[in-house]
């Protein structure tokens, strides 16, 4: 897949050179208290998960990622994102997810975006309501910290009707 532009940053498939690198942020204080400790096998350890490199000026600076709903009924992608702590406030988050949600809604065909922040988290829900993301509940108790409590989640989520015309040719 050839990588992805955006207005700041480029999101690009990983390569074996950034393991190191996202273990690394993925470690940071500002980062693990969000995703937890790092598993022994990231990023390799979700197999589910399209995973990309954020990179600025050729340096990467973070991960973004997706997952799909591939019924066609319930169809939607799930996006996540985790960016070093020395690049947070200059609009690098914004600009990934508003990257990653532009491939999946033109070239994935998805219509439906989801992410689920902490309720607590809110610089994470600020960069996604300036990528487009709105409200829509809260899923309670929905994931465990570190310290192996469980913590409520604001479910948000990006929506572009589906043209009729194409709803249409996917019934028939």
Same mark, same amino acid.
Not at 8 to 23: A, F, N, S, T
Not at 34 to 61: S, Y
């Given at each position: 897949?050839?990588?992805?532009?955006?207005?700041?940053? *480029?999101?690009?498939?990983?390569?074996?050179? /950034?393991?190191?690198?996202?273990?690394?942020? $993925?470690?940071?204080?500002?980062?693990? &208290?969000?995703?937890? +400790?790092?598993?022994?096998? @990231?990023?390799?350890?979700?197999?589910?998960?399209? *995973? @990309?490199?954020?990179?600025?000026?050729?340096?990467?600076?973070?991960?973004? %990622? @997706?997952?799909?709903?591939?019924? +066609?009924?319930?169809? $939607?992608?799930?996006?996540?994102?985790?960016?070093?702590?020395?690049?947070?406030? %200059?609009?690098? =988050?914004? #600009? &990934?997810?508003?990257?990653?949600?532009? $491939?999946?809604?033109?070239?994935? =065909? $998805?219509?439906?975006?989801?992410?689920? +922040?902490?309720?607590?988290?809110?610089?994470?829900?600020?960069?996604?309501?300036?990528?487009? @993301?709105?409200?829509? =509940?809260?899923?309670?108790?929905?994931?465990? /910290?570190? &310290? =192996? *409590?469980? *913590? /409520?989640?604001?479910?948000?989520?990006?929506?572009? +009707?589906? /043209?009729? &015309? #194409?709803?249409? #040719?996917?019934?028939?």
């Amino acid at each position: 897949m050839n990588p992805l532009r955006g207005e700041k940053v *480029r999101l690009r498939p990983l390569v074996e050179g /950034d393991v190191p690198i996202l273990r690394a942020i $993925h470690a940071r204080p500002e980062v693990a &208290a969000w995703w937890g +400790p790092v598993p022994r096998d @990231f990023p390799a350890d979700d197999p589910n998960a399209t *995973r @990309f490199a954020i990179v600025l000026d050729e340096r990467v600076v973070g991960l973004t %990622q @997706f997952t799909e709903e591939s019924d +066609p009924d319930y169809r $939607h992608a799930w996006i996540d994102i985790f960016l070093d702590p020395e690049h947070h406030n %200059q609009g690098l =988050g914004a #600009d &990934a997810i508003r990257t990653l949600v532009g $491939h999946l809604i033109a070239d994935g =065909g $998805h219509h439906r975006v989801t992410i689920d +922040p902490a309720t607590d988290n809110a610089a994470a829900i600020r960069c996604y309501e300036k990528a487009g @993301f709105r409200p829509v =509940g809260v899923t309670r108790l929905a994931w465990r /910290d570190a &310290a =192996g *409590r469980w *913590r /409520d989640a604001l479910l948000m989520e990006l929506v572009e +009707p589906p /043209d009729e &015309a #194409d709803e249409a #040719d996917e019934a028939s």
